[in-house]
């Protein structure tokens, strides 16, 4: 199938445009949204200055969208304003069969939903339609969820609401850093993608509405970081770890004082302290509810 892939580069987005590459479908081209400056053009060549998003592929990032398509000689776009008539007019020339979106920080606009043959497919990190919006996993660490997941799912005028084609619980083990635990969602969606495709070219693709209901999150503040020490200590324990790529600190106040934590180390799910909180130099034994979490303090 002809594709154009929508991405950026955060390591999300790289297993499925590897996935698509390795399927045989022709990539038309590969887009990545650009930073805004005035006098700049709709649609340029890819330049070296990466997108805005957190979190963020930087230089020790061993693989991105752009290696991999130059690797393969496709060639990138950054796109500065998605409804400018020069953009819809230089993907339309793409003649392309469906637009595949991992990662993509940008809006789609309407009319550029309806520029590729069958439309644009989505890979989101959650199953929706629970935890819609940009960070889904952050938010799912943050509130002590236990189902993961991907959902595919067609694009349209809304945010992560169009109908599903295809749908995964995965399971991630406690303690799994944040970065690993994207991976690890990637790999699962661009499988899922592939085999979409799949029955997308056959004719055998089934969608469905999703159903009413669900959530959705913005991006996450300051004061999304902090902890309550009411949460059991493996809340606590899975949200530190799973979080470590934003690079932040975890604000919690215990027994009237406040820590800010820098590194959760380990939980015991049952034991019981004799007092709130025990300090060991640089570290802290923290009593949850249940539980207690060993962190370093910042």
């Excluded at 006098?39 to 997108?51: E, Q």
């Excluded at 349209?156 to 690993?180: C, F, K």
């Excluded at 209901?213 to 004061?223: D, I, K, L, R, V």
């Excluded at 570290?283 to 060993?294: K, M």
Aim: charged share 20%; proline share 8%; glycine share 6%.
């Amino acid at each position: 199938m002809r594709v154009i892939f929508f991405g950026t580069l955060c390591a999300f987005s790289t297993s499925p445009l590897r996935l698509l590459i390795e399927a045989g479908h022709e990539i038309r081209a590969v887009v990545i949204p650009a930073r805004r400056t005035s006098g700049d053009r709709p649609l340029v060549p890819h330049s070296p200055a990466p997108p805005a998003s957190i979190p963020m592929a930087d230089a020790t990032t061993p693989l991105s969208i752009v290696s991999l398509a130059r690797e393969h000689r496709l060639p990138v776009y950054q796109i500065q304003r998605l409804a400018d008539a020069e953009t819809l007019d230089a993907l339309t020339q793409l003649h392309a069969d469906i637009a595949c979106v991992a990662c993509f920080s940008k809006r789609i606009p309407a009319a550029l939903l309806t520029v590729p043959r069958w439309g644009f497919l989505n890979i989101h990190p959650s199953l929706l339609p629970h935890y819609r919006g940009p960070y889904p996993l952050f938010w799912m660490f943050q509130q002590g969820e236990r189902r993961f997941g991907v959902t595919i799912h067609f694009m349209d005028e809304q945010l992560d609401t169009g109908d599903i084609s295809a749908q995964a619980e995965v399971d991630l083990p406690d303690g799994l850093p944040g970065e690993e635990a994207d991976n690890t969602l990637s790999q699962y969606g661009a499988e899922l993608l592939r085999d979409v495709l799949s029955q997308l070219e056959t004719g055998r693709l089934t969608r469905r509405a999703q159903p009413p209901g669900g959530s959705y999150f913005s991006a996450p503040q300051t004061s999304d970081f902090v902890i309550d020490p009411t949460w059991s200590a493996q809340r606590a324990f899975n949200f530190m770890r799973g979080t470590n790529d934003w690079l932040r600190s975890y604000p919690i106040e215990v027994a009237g004082h406040r820590f800010k934590l820098k590194q959760a180390l380990f939980y015991a799910g049952h034991e019981i302290l004799d007092r709130p909180y025990r300090l060991w130099g640089d570290q802290i034994d923290i009593q949850f509810s249940p539980g207690v979490l060993r962190a370093l303090l910042e």
